[in-house]
């Protein structure tokens, strides 16, 4: 019983049991047709050499029985080799296909521990080439999801770290006697405290983001009325820096098909970066152009610019090209990668270009037209 649980248990038994199984039908289809085939062959060979063997009836029974035994003979010799030889090729075959998916097995192990820097080696291109490949990939996949959660965790911390020293100050200045009890403490205090609000709500839209969970109310929409619901609520702001917004886009380009919530969201998020970054005296420029399927929509400044190292990175959360501006000054590194969400969630995509520190950037979506 314990050895029918093993079997049922291994894999590499399995393979030989049905080796085996193949193996022993051929041999006795084999020896079958063999048996069948014996006698009706002899005879065709006796009625041949009848004339040699003056229709002796003695010698043809012993002509009979002695070609029947050469022939069993050669047969059980030639089943028995093959056997031999199939058991043997059969355990190299087993043992070729069970060594890979063990050490897998126990690379997953090591995997499921934590230890997600377990590779496997690819030793085919076969089917177990291509798991092994997978593997790996998986393996990969799983160890920079695990530094990404650990980079989230120390971000968050960070990110909350500022607004919670200052307001504890405050609160210690205040029980000292050393900050006076009026208004403008406690608004300061306000501030922090809406600044933490803003850091849970963003974080709050990433996880939706992240988790493809984003609500949609797509609609045909016009190009311009985006673009316009975005810079018309940012344009005091623009004035008061010194920097001119630029609005260029035809009012016949097609509409698209878009949430205009969340289209407003990313177009804010574009230009508040580029506000942000353009010194005054600088210009921001939004263009929009349609494109076969797709209307392209840019948004560039003539601002600080993004180092090309840092290009393939700024849509990562928490991701800052200054790394020692704060939250206050610089932002808390989400919105760019709610905006990639956004835009991905409605069939576009999105990028960054820039020339280099000090010649601009620009930041460039598309969204679907509406068909």
């Given amino acids: 019983m314990k050895g029918l649980v093993q079997l049922r248990n291994s894999l590499g038994a399995k393979l030989f049991l049905s080796y085996l199984i193949v193996i022993l039908v051929g041999v006795i289809v084999l020896t079958g047709t063999v ?58 075959t087993a043992r070729r296909i069970i060594m890979p998916i063990r050490t897998m097995m126990q690379a997953s192990r090591e995997v499921a ?29 799983l160890a920079r999801t695990e530094q990404r959660r650990m980079e989230l965790i120390g971000d968050v911390a960070h990110e909350l770290r500022t607004p919670l020293s200052n307001m504890r100050a405050v609160m210690e200045g205040l029980a000292d006697g050393v900050l ?30 992240e988790a493809d969970r984003l609500t949609l109310h797509p609609h045909p929409v016009r190009p311009l009325t985006l673009v316009e619901n975005a810079s018309k609520r940012l344009q005091l702001q623009y004035e008061d820096k010194g920097v001119p917004l630029i609005v260029e886009i035809a009012p016949d380009l097609p509409p698209v098909m878009a949430d205009p919530a969340r289209i407003t969201q990313v177009m804010l998020n574009l230009l508040g970066n580029a506000l942000q970054y353009t ?37 990562e959360r ?54």
Avoid at 116 to 125: A, G, L, Y
Avoid at 190 to 207: N, T
Avoid at 331 to 346: F, Q, R
């Fill in 35 to 92: 048996q069948m085939q014996t006698p009706a062959a002899i005879q065709r060979h006796i009625e041949r050499m009848e004339s040699h063997l003056m229709t002796d009836p003695g010698l043809v029974a012993d002509l009979r029985q002695n070609f029947t035994a050469a022939i069993n003979e050669i047969t059980l010799t030639a089943a028995a080799v093959a056997l031999l030889a199939a058991i043997g090729i059969s355990l190299f």
């Fill in 113 to 141: 521990a934590g230890h997600f820097d377990q590779r496997v080696s690819i030793q085919s291109q076969d089917e177990l080439g291509e798991l092994a490949r997978s593997f790996n990939q998986m393996a990969s996949e």
């Fill in 180 to 209: 006076p009890a009026e208004p403008a403490t406690y608004q300061n205090v306000q501030k922090e405290i809406m600044r933490l609000q803003r850091l849970v709500q963003d974080l709050q839209e990433l996880s939706r983001a």
């Fill in 279 to 315: 010194p005054t005296g600088g210009r921001v420029t939004v263009r929009a152009q349609h494109d076969g399927r797709y209307v392209i929509f840019e948004v560039a400044d003539t601002g600080l610019g993004v180092p090309a190292a840092d290009l393939p990175h700024l849509f």
């Fill in 318 to 371: 928490f991701y800052r090209v200054d790394k020692s501006r704060s939250r206050a000054s610089g932002g808390s590194g989400i919105g760019l990668t709610i905006s990639k969400h956004i835009v991905e969630a409605h069939g576009g995509r999105i990028w960054a270009q820039s020339e280099g520190v000090g010649r601009g950037s620009s930041f460039t979506f598309t969204l679907p037209v509406n068909r």
